[in-house]
């Protein structure tokens, strides 16, 4: 029996790569217009080459921007850049289609429902407090927690400590199959493939179900148990 539904945050309840994509255009236009003597595509470049390098939630990408590029920060252009990333994520920030009732629903089968996340502390708490999500969850496990990333065992069994309850009884969503899926599975949970978040093109991603939007949470829980 499924008793609870743990969610991977970022491409999964949140569409991330569209907000950060769209975040980091506007901080770049933001920067050419404070000076910045590069072409656009060359500056985003060199920005993905520091998420490449760094990870995609390092937060002093544009100190090292300029860093890299002038050997010193210019804080005409970094602030420029901050205050129109900041802009652009919350105008961008958003959950994916029917998150919102699909965790209203899965509340009234009563599922208890957890984060477990990559991403640091505050990242984490800052994106489902501006969607309103943060109420929704018994416990939210982020890097700064666990001190280990997916798919390490480690945050999973942070996870099922909070909710009390055994593996067997919990059903892992994420859309990385090498972390989310991988991960979930080692400790003994049942796996759902966010293939509406997959930014990888998995083919195979291993899990017990691969769904196309997370309001096919509901009917999965239904059958596994039996409910009409």
Same mark, same amino acid.
């Given at each position: 029996?499924?008793?609870?539904?743990?969610?991977?945050?970022?491409?999964?309840?949140?569409?991330?790569?569209?907000?950060?994509?769209?975040?980091?255009?506007?901080?770049?236009?933001?920067?050419?217009?404070?000076?910045?003597?590069?072409?656009?595509?060359?500056?985003?470049?060199?920005?993905?080459?520091?998420?490449?390098?760094?990870?995609?939630?390092?937060?002093?990408?544009?100190?090292?921007? =300029?860093?890299?590029? /002038?050997? *010193?920060?210019? $804080?005409?252009?970094?602030?420029?850049?901050? %205050?129109?990333?900041?802009? +652009? !994520?919350?105008?961008?920030?958003?959950?994916?289609?029917?998150?919102?009732?699909?965790?209203?629903?899965?509340?009234?089968?009563?599922?208890?429902?957890?984060?477990?996340?990559?991403?640091?502390?505050?990242?984490?708490? =800052?994106?489902?407090? /501006?969607? *309103?999500?943060? $109420?929704?969850?018994?416990?939210?496990?982020? %890097?700064?927690?666990?001190? +280990? !990333?997916?798919?390490?065992?480690?945050?999973?069994?942070?996870?099922?400590?909070?909710?009390?309850?055994?593996?067997?009884?919990?059903?892992?969503?994420?859309?990385?199959?090498?972390?989310?899926?991988?991960?979930?599975?080692?400790?003994?949970?049942?796996?759902?493939?966010?293939?509406?978040?997959?930014?990888?093109?998995?083919?195979?991603?291993?899990?017990?179900?691969?769904?196309?939007?997370?309001?096919?949470?509901?009917?999965?829980?239904?059958?596994?148990?039996?409910?009409?």
């Amino acid at each position: 029996m499924i008793k609870a539904i743990i969610f991977d945050l970022d491409n999964t309840l949140i569409d991330f790569m569209d907000f950060k994509t769209r975040a980091v255009d506007a901080a770049v236009d933001a920067m050419i217009d404070a000076g910045l003597l590069i072409t656009k595509d060359e500056a985003k470049q060199r920005i993905k080459n520091i998420y490449d390098l760094e990870g995609i939630e390092y937060q002093r990408v544009f100190d090292r921007f =300029l860093l890299d590029l /002038y050997g *010193k920060i210019d $804080y005409r252009m970094i602030s420029a850049a901050i %205050f129109a990333y900041r802009k +652009e !994520r919350e105008a961008a920030l958003r959950p994916y289609p029917k998150v919102f009732p699909t965790l209203i629903e899965l509340l009234k089968l009563g599922m208890r429902l957890a984060v477990v996340s990559d991403a640091p502390a505050k990242e984490a708490w =800052l994106r489902l407090s /501006y969607e *309103k999500l943060q $109420y929704f969850f018994d416990a939210v496990i982020t %890097f700064d927690d666990s001190g +280990e !990333r997916k798919p390490s065992p480690k945050p999973f069994n942070m996870a099922l400590e909070k909710l009390e309850l055994e593996a067997k009884n919990c059903l892992m969503i994420g859309d990385w199959a090498e972390r989310d899926v991988v991960g979930a599975k080692s400790v003994g949970m049942k796996t759902a493939f966010a293939r509406y978040g997959d930014t990888f093109g998995t083919q195979n991603p291993g899990s017990d179900y691969d769904i196309n939007c997370i309001s096919e949470l509901i009917e999965i829980v239904k059958r596994e148990n039996n409910i009409k």
